[in-house]
């Protein structure tokens, strides 16, 4: 029999949790997809559970997502984004946080911009965390969201090769996206330009390319990123259209190959740069499917963390 | 289960299953109207074993009861329980799979142990998000009925057990009707072992 629980209290990134865990969540989103697939989409499971979306970084997709999975499994819902509140005013991140449990949250969702803010409150403060980005580390639920999504296509994660395009340096999806597929088996590897791929890859057994034609030869699943120029303080490629003539996917390269690769993408898309329109909205793509399985892996997350047994708040019951 | 003690023997878990399955062709005329859901994750393989017979009556004996074909459903109650966060051990869903709406249908609940109640308690929660039916009836095959804690009685039951609260009803399903049976501990943890 499988393990029916995570072995750890939080989810501040792929690289703490086990394969168990992730294959665990995996088919707890199975049941999770089926309900969010139903006339009724909500079920009472974490009624009694009051969770703080604490978003200190822009975020369309993930926050929503979030609360969509948050209010599907019937939570109390608070939303906080740092424009608007006393962060502005000078408050200490710790002080906002333990302000807001004082108010009774049992899990805590925090994007910030500072790599391990997660990992620091959860050595502060007594709720679940659970990182929904920290700046350049790691972003954990969209690689188990891509996981999700892969699975869904093909059979076995052994011996599949993936290949991550695009701006690896400034992505903490990349690093997700590596450790969560090594640890269910698949071989990774990233394609992009030198000034924006690590130094430090091949020693996560990483393969690299730099020709965008050989990395696609040699993948089943592309999985293409944005270039994030917002966290590029100096010029890494000469511009966005010499990037897009040399490392953008378009349909004509695709065509060039002898097999059929699944195309995927965390978004935001920025049409005409990193991939083309009509790449993006072909059948290969699965970029709105990962958007779907987004909310179902959340919901996943969010019920087995909150159902932990060594979880906060849990003891009051008792 | 060398700890335990059969308190069903294959012999009459055969005459009960099919008294069951009498009784609810004799209780429901109108056989359109009927779906029988079962409660994941035993209950639904009592209700297969009870339409296997409905099923092998009809073949034999055709009558003009059973035009329809038989709605079944498979109901997960996990996401509905109200013992989440509450029990040491984290909760493991099924596989739920209703893919019809139950409005103004007459439903009968299927499940092999009543026991609390908690779990009928979930499963009614849970249908309400299919729709209004006319009714709801129950069937167990095991009624622990002095160990309650909800008002909750079953419509059918194939024995009723009396037991203390720390014992543990195990219907176990042979490959064959004539391996199945019932089986009493003295509690979870003997049945465990």
New interface residues.
Partial sequence: MNKSYLSQPHLLGIKYITKEDIELILSTADNFKEVINRPIKKVPTLRDVTIANLFFENSTRTRISFELAEKRLSADVLNFSSSTSSVKKGESLLDTVNNILSMKVDMVVIRHSAPGTPTFLSNHIDANIINAGDGTHEHPTQALLDAFSIREKVNSFNGLNVCIFGDIIHSRVALSNIFCLQKLGANVAVCGPPTLIPRFLPKLGVKIFYKVKEALNWCDVANVLRIQLERQDIKYIPSLREYSLYYGINQEILDSLDKEIIIMHPGPINRGVEIDSDVADSHQSIILQQVENGVAVRMAVLFLLAGNSGSPGISNFN | MKHGREIMDPVRFDLTLQRLTEQIIENYSQFEELCLIGIQPRGTILLRHIVERIEKREASNPSTIFKTKILQGHL?I????DD?????????????K?DF?IENRQVLLVDDVLYTGRTIQAAL?ALQ??GRPSTIKLLALIDRQFNRHLPIQCDYKGMEVDSVDNAYVRVYWGVGDAQNRVVLYDSKEQEDE
């Fill in positions: 997960d996990t996401f509905y329980r989440f966060r509450r029990r040491e051990k984290i909760l493991t869903p099924s596989s739920n209703m709406i929660n998000h299919y």
